[in-house]
């Protein structure tokens, strides 16, 4: 595998030539500093985005043309990324040996086409696509409490800090929704173009000089522009008590989402040693959280652990019945004690090394895994896979110790399932 970066001004470009993969993935990332009131027209854009463009105005048409480069694969997202919102088009297509020549090129038009030409008409997009993408996306932000997993850590982030953009709700909100339309949608387009920083991967068995050529040809950005914020999240003083909250939900099964505040840590411990903490507290099918609470005392259907580093915090996340509560908060407290004092083997470091390395192979078979890990490298500095191998095989029982001990309990939220007494 061959990593090329080159920096063409206004975006950078990394090359990854692999012949790992049948396919080859291109991805354009542009990102900008994260605000609450942008968050729903920008789901909205993405989504007007992929229903049409001016030479395919129409969503079958724009589907049609996908299915004409050998069943191309296009994707989009929006993600927080610390202080950063990252919008993220995919594009996935069979490798030129396998279809005919110049499909390569056909799928670099198309991306951007998709990016860089909207259907637009009198600076708005047209007012009968934006209808339909607006009615599917006030759709989607009337049913949020349908997922209950997620609804419950909507409301844990934001019990937990609401001017954080960890509590910023990803899919949208609808007092916003209601102040977009077609002209205020295009101008928030241009501005996206204009302002983000931006970033390209091309994945796969591929013609270095061919890609750049081609990608000069077809991305459409001309402005230099320079990072406004850091990407990791300010950290704030410790929770002098914890914080709860509670909402009752008609459901058979309660949620459980609880916040875990990490302070303090250096760039080493982030990437190694709290990783490791994590997978040996909640984060894998042997961790403590799993053994006591669901195994040993049947208190749960599911719990995991997972670390949010760019946002210095770690999340529980658990499927309980409502009188399980109180022991089930009890035993996940004495489980993050145990780990401060250093109750755990040299066997659950092992086994959490191994499931670590194990889940760096599975990123060596995935592009999608191995251009974000590229991607968090040009953000944050994170090391090459082998680097990261090395390192963690280096960790100490010491120095998970020592990030446990900067780990403190901060907001517990419980979406409370009831009976539907209508019924």
Known sequence: MKYTRKDLGSYK?????TDKFKTVMIRVSFRSPIKKEEITIRNILTNMLMHSSKKYNTK??????????????LQVSNTRLGNYINTDFYLSILNDKYT??????????????????????????????????????????????ENTSNYSLVKMFE?????????????????????????????????????????????????EEEVLSLIKQNIKLDTIKKQRLPYLLEEKNMRGKVKTGKEQIVGSQSKLAIAFR??????????????????IFGGSSDSKLFKVVREENSLCYTIVSITNKLDNLILVRAGIDNESYDKCVCLIEKCLDDMKK????????????????????????????????????????????????EKMNKVTKEEIIKVAKKVTIDTIFLLEGVKNEGN
Request: hydrophobic fraction near 35%.
């Open 342 to 389: 250093g109750k755990f083997t040299l066997r659950d470091i092992n086994m959490a090394k191994e499931y670590y390395n194990t889940a760096l192979e599975e990123l060596e078979e995935s592009q999608y895994k191995i251009v974000n890990n590229y991607y968090m490298s040009e953000l944050i500095g994170t090391d090459t896979i082998e680097v990261k191998r």
């Open 262 to 279: 990490v302070n303090g840590l250096s760039d080493y411990e982030r990437n190694y040693p709290l990783s490791l903490f994590n997978v």
């Open 159 to 207: 019990l937990f800090d609401d001017d954080s953009p960890c509590s910023y709700r990803m899919m949208g909100y609808l007092e916003d929704l209601k102040k977009i339309n077609s002209k205020n949608l295009y101008e928030h387009y241009l501005e996206m173009i204009r302002s983000s920083l931006v970033d390209i991967f091309v994945i796969g068995q591929i013609n």
């Open 60 to 73: 079958r048409a724009l589907t049609i043309k996908a299915q004409d480069l050998y069943a191309a694969d």
């Open 13 to 17: 470009l990394h090359l990854i030539n």
């Open 100 to 145: 005919e020549d110049g499909n390569f090129k056909d799928s670099i038009e198309f991306l951007s086409e998709v990016i860089f030409n909207p259907d637009v008409c009198d600076n708005k997009f047209r007012d009968e696509n934006f209808d339909i993408v607006k009615t599917t996306c006030r759709s989607a932000l009337e049913s949020i409490k």
